[in-house]
């Protein structure tokens, strides 16, 4: 027994002693080969330049502007023992120094913290401590600083955004990279591996990332790729030889659809008031979105400051959200032509007409569904219903079509789905049905929550470019995928499309009673969209913020209502009415009546495309653009003078 216990042991002893020399002659040759290798060759990284983003007419949203990036050499610090803190040492207090008499708008202070958080006695390599020194700002002193061995004075960009908060919320901006991005952007670059394939050594980050609209949709191409310069050192570090040399891959450049211009245009009419306008093409290509009001984002590429910050974020008109695919309200009236169609493919006949007397009532309840007209509109057909907007005719057709059929064909017409647009967090919004009610709620589905469903009030919720993508659904039978973005580097983007089949008679009756609304003495747009360089079909919406109680028998003018509770203002339209080409959707939030204050908008927005030849050469005689901030203090005025 003694005899196999010793034997034992010895085979033990062999083992371990023959794996622990496999391990240091043979398994770790790759490291200390690959350490070897550090001693006589460096890897400089270089990092690319970020793609431009420019817009159709080539004017630029997004460049880069050029400077110099400081960065001070390790291990120039002492440690104190009274205060048991390394604090910095006689050469980079000069150095300092230097740099703030040069660059009075630098905090010595946040230079010394930014060292010393970077040096160890570990790290061999120069510390960066001002990030960005324009190219105007360094010529003075680059003689001065670059003889000094302790300091290294690289290239550099910085994003810039020269239409400031024109297009903010399509183009987004860049900041700098957290850990999390950092790691993502090493395994993206990584370049340095062994003869097995696995990552050694370390790999540079760019550093800034995507934060927010296209630039984070597009952050990898735009971001292009790292290159490096592979050389041989000396003893004392000097260059001795170039080995290999990899250019970074970069001018990864974005072409939008979106016109400048009409950003422009569509910010100065919304001056004063909040809300979104969509210009699209029946296609899907995006000519111009506006969520106003908006901020500047230059303001995030360097760090925002607590001040700015605090003022975006408690500001009641959300300029921070990006309320043309994250901003979700109920769609009104601007519904009623996909629930005509809705009514229509679940079989119940729109084509017969309802009487409106101007409410409704369900059983022995004595609870009155209103029309917005008190005094109802008689006899109505579908193209009425459109025209004059009256709610009692799709109230009635609802109940006999059901919710669930409802939301089943809305959802196929683009309502309370994501569009797919190429930007981050669109939101899907909500077309309700029995199922979502109850996984929502836990609770049943009531009769009368499909009659208010009807009119685009309740659980509806929409964002402003899904009402357009329907709306160019409505004016040509095809569903779109929207974009932004018209090329790619080389490459073009091509239009997307659904299909979705509908009765092309209840169709056209829908589109007649669009045009009704914004051309024909009764229509609720007629007075701002018929006097216009070209024929518009559209529909109006009012979208309640708040509740009409039901002892109120005559409803409290918008005016009369303190602001946040007067109801959101919808109007979407397409043109020309014959050969749709262009969708414009606007929404104003808080402004009371479609047709009376979004109207006003859409129409400037149409006039200034027929200038810009968007309808065709005939257009080319400039129209009279108008001043909506001009023609709202006369009306103020006419308003006092007649009591």
């Avoid at 490291?31 to 990284?45: D, G, I, Q, S, T």
Wanted: glycine share 8%; net charge positive; aromatic share 10%.
């Amino acid at each position: 027994m003694r005899f196999i216990i010793v034997i034992t042991i010895f085979v033990l002893f062999w083992i371990l002693l023959i794996s622990r020399i496999y391990q240091i002659s043979i398994k770790s040759n790759y490291y200390y080969e690959h350490l070897a290798h550090m001693n006589v060759e460096r890897k400089y990284f270089i990092k690319p330049v970020r793609g431009e983003i420019l817009d159709r007419n080539k004017k630029l949203l997004a460049v880069n502007d050029i400077g110099f990036s400081i960065k001070v050499a390790p291990h120039l610090t002492k440690y104190n023992r009274e205060t048991k803190k390394r604090e910095p040492n006689e050469k980079l207090e000069k150095l300092l120094n230097t740099i703030v008499k040069e660059f009075p708008d630098q905090n010595k202070t946040k230079l010394i913290k930014k060292y010393l958080k970077k040096d160890s006695p570990y790290n061999h390599r120069f510390i960066p401590i001002v990030d960005f020194i324009p190219y105007k700002g360094m010529i003075g002193a680059y003689p001065k600083l670059s003889i000094n061995k302790n300091l290294k004075i690289e290239s550099e960009t910085k994003r810039m955004y020269p239409a400031g908060a024109l297009a903010t919320h399509i183009v987004g901006y860049v900041g700098r990279s957290n850990k999390e991005e950092n790691d993502k952007d090493r395994e993206k670059n990584a370049i340095e591996t062994n003869d097995r394939g696995n990552l050694v050594g370390v790999v540079e980050t760019v550093g800034v990332v995507g934060k927010t609209g296209l630039e984070r949709q597009y952050n990898k191409i735009l971001q292009g790729g790292l290159g490096y310069r592979m050389v041989k050192v000396s003893a004392t570090n000097k260059e001795v030889a170039e080995i290999e040399i990899k250019e970074p891959l970069e001018d990864q450049n974005l072409i939008l659809n979106i016109d400048l211009g009409l950003q422009k245009r569509i910010n100065e009419l919304f001056e004063g008031q909040s809300g979104v306008a969509v210009v699209m093409n029946v296609n899907g290509d995006i000519l111009a979105a506006v969520s106003y009001p908006s901020y500047d984002p230059n303001l995030f590429v360097g760090g925002i400051s607590s001040k700015d910050w605090k003022a975006l974020i408690t500001d009641f008109n959300h300029p921070f959200t990006n309320k043309i695919v994250s901003g979700v309200y109920p769609p009104g009236s601007t519904i009623k032509m996909g629930m005509a169609l809705a009514y229509s493919k679940s079989g119940t006949a729109v084509n017969r007409s309802e009487f409106c007397k101007g409410y409704i009532t369900l059983g022995k309840s004595k609870h009155k569904f209103r029309c917005w007209s008190h005094y109802g509109h008689g006899r109505v057909g579908l193209r009425k219903a459109i025209r004059e907007s009256c709610d009692v005719y799709f109230y009635n057709k609802a109940l006999n079509t059901g919710i669930n059929n409802m939301a089943k064909y809305l959802r196929k017409m683009g309502l309370g789905v994501k569009t797919g647009v190429d930007l981050p967090h669109e939101r899907a919004g909500v077309v309700p049905d029995k199922a979502w009610k109850m996984k929502r709620y836990k609770q049943a589905w009531y009769k009368g929550e499909t009659v208010i469903s009807a009119i685009g009030q309740g659980y509806n919720l929409v964002t402003p470019l899904q009402l357009a993508r329907y709306t160019a659904f409505l004016a040509t039978e095809r569903l779109p995928t929207p974009h932004f973005v018209h090329k790619i580097v080389d490459k073009l983007v091509t239009p997307e499309y659904k299909e979705f089949e509908v009765n092309k008679q209840d169709l056209n009756t829908i589109r007649s009673g669009m045009y009704d609304v914004c051309n024909s003495p009764h229509g609720t747009a007629r007075r701002t969209m018929s006097h216009l360089p070209i024929v518009v079909a559209g529909k109006t919406g009012t979208s309640q913020v708040v509740s009409i109680p039901q002892g109120e028998k005559k409803r409290m003018k918008e005016s009369q209502l303190d602001y946040y509770s007067r109801s959101h203002a919808w109007l979407t339209t397409y043109a020309p009415y014959r050969n749709p080409k262009y969708v414009v959707t606007v929404l104003v939030e808080h402004g009371g009546h479609g047709g009376s204050t979004s109207g006003p908008i859409a129409a400037e927005i149409y006039r200034w495309m027929a200038n810009e030849g968007y309808f065709g050469k005939k257009f080319k005689g400039k129209i009279r653009l108008k001043n909506l901030k001009k023609d709202k203090k006369e009306k103020k005025k006419k308003d006092k003078r007649h009591g």
